[in-house]
């Protein structure tokens, strides 16, 4: 029967094993990382997107800088 489940499983593919009942997409990894992924976005200010200003198209001191 292994041999059967190989062919078929090459064939027409392998059931994947990434969604919950729900069909959500369901990531296993461990909690420590999850909670090491949410507290980088927290306290480094590199990663907070609040700390962002964005770019400043056409003025400012830098831009004349550059040119």
Known sequence: MGLLK???DFLFGRN?????DNGQVVHKHPK???DAWQNKF???SQ???RN?????AGG????????
């Open 42 to 44: 927290k306290t480094d």
């Open 16 to 20: 994947p094993d990434i969604y919950d």
């Open 32 to 34: 420590k990382k999850w």
């Open 60 to 67: 400012g001191k830098q831009n004349q800088e550059r040119r």
């Open 6 to 8: 190989a062919v078929g």
């Open 52 to 56: 962002h200003t964005g770019t400043l």
């Open 47 to 49: 990663y907070n997107w």
